[in-house]
């Protein structure tokens, strides 16, 4: 089974830039056809997607990153980025990675679309 740990989140003031890093394990060859992806969850408030790289390398951004984060991956090294840019105090939340190896037409960014996830790394921006 796809192990997944999160790191890289902090406390940073609003305008800042953080990179999270989400390592995995457990990987086969067929690992690297995954989809990954980047979900967050406030308190109180349902986990959200918030970037999802395919297999294929399609890519799926929420509205409320586009522009400012962008997820990648380094195959070689089993890991996954999101760079964050102008972070805002709406950014803050825990970060979990998530991966799944089923064949979707639509890149996945639900929830429900995951089978592995991470146990989360929180980002905190004051503004």
């Known amino acids: 089974q796809v192990q997944l740990v999160e790191s890289g989140g902090g406390s940073v003031q609003a305008g800042g830039s953080l990179r999270l890093s989400c390592a995995a394990s457990g990987y086969t060859y067929s690992a690297y056809y995954m989809a990954l992806a980047w979900f967050r969850q406030a308190p109180g408030q349902e986990r959200e997607g918030v970037a999802t790289i395919a297999s294929d390398g399609r890519t799926y951004y929420a509205d409320s990153v586009k522009g400012r984060f962008t997820i990648s991956k380094d195959n070689a090294k089993n890991t996954l980025y999101l760079q964050m840019n102008s972070l805002k105090p709406e950014d803050t939340a825990m970060y979990y990675c998530?991966?799944?190896?089923?064949?979707?037409?639509?890149?996945?960014?639900?929830?429900?679309?995951?089978?592995?996830w991470g146990q989360g790394t929180q980002v905190t921006v004051s503004s």
């Open positions: 998530a991966a799944d190896g089923r064949v979707r037409t639509v890149v996945p960014r639900r929830v429900a679309d995951f089978r592995y």
